[in-house]
C-alpha cells in the first residue's frame, strides 16, 4: 500500500499559480503512475493530468492543457501540479491518486487504486 498526502492548496486570484504536492509513503513510489483530479462543489471528480512510473509520459485534461504541469521527483517520493492562469473554474478540491496496474484509461478514477485527502484550490475572480 502507499499513503498520500497533498498540500498546496490555498486561495488565489485569477491570472495567478500555485503548485500542489503529493508526498508518497509506504511502498516503491516508482512502482505507482501518478494523477490529480478535482472535484468541484455539486460536480464530479474529474481528470486532471496524468504522469508515468518513470516521468517521461504525461497526460492532460483539455481544460488544464498548457497551463498545467505534472511532474514527479521519485527520490523524494512526490509529484506536483504546477498550475498557472488559474481562472475561477479552476477553483475545486484537488486530489492526488495512485496505480500500480496497467490502465486502459487514465482519466477515470477507478483506474487508480490509492486517494490522498485533497487540498482546496480557491480562485478568486
Known amino acids: 500500500q502507499v499513503q498520500l498526502v497533498g498540500s498546496g492548496g490555498g486561495l488565489v486570484q485569477a491570472g495567478g499559480s500555485l503548485r500542489l504536492s503529493c508526498a508518497a509513503s509506504?511502498?516503491?513510489?516508482?512502482?505507482?503512475?501518478m494523477g490529480w483530479f478535482r472535484q468541484a462543489p455539486g460536480k464530479e471528480r474529474e481528470f486532471v493530468a496524468l504522469?508515468?512510473?518513470?516521468?517521461?509520459?504525461?497526460y492532460y485534461a483539455d481544460s488544464v492543457k498548457g497551463r498545467f504541469t505534472i511532474s514527479r521527483d521519485n527520490a523524494k517520493s512526490t509529484v506536483y501540479l504546477q498550475m498557472n492562469s488559474l481562472t475561477s473554474e479552476d477553483t475545486a478540491v484537488y486530489y492526488c491518486?495512485?496505480?500500480?496496474?496497467?490502465?486502459?484509461?487514465?482519466?477515470?478514477?477507478?483506474?487508480?487504486?490509492?486517494w490522498g485527502q485533497g487540498t482546496q484550490v480557491t480562485v478568486s475572480s
Open positions: 491518486a495512485a496505480t500500480e496496474h496497467p490502465y486502459s484509461n487514465p482519466t477515470l478514477p477507478e483506474e487508480f487504486d490509492y
Open positions: 509506504g511502498h516503491t513510489f516508482g512502482r505507482y503512475a
Open positions: 504522469v508515468n512510473w518513470t516521468g517521461n509520459y504525461k
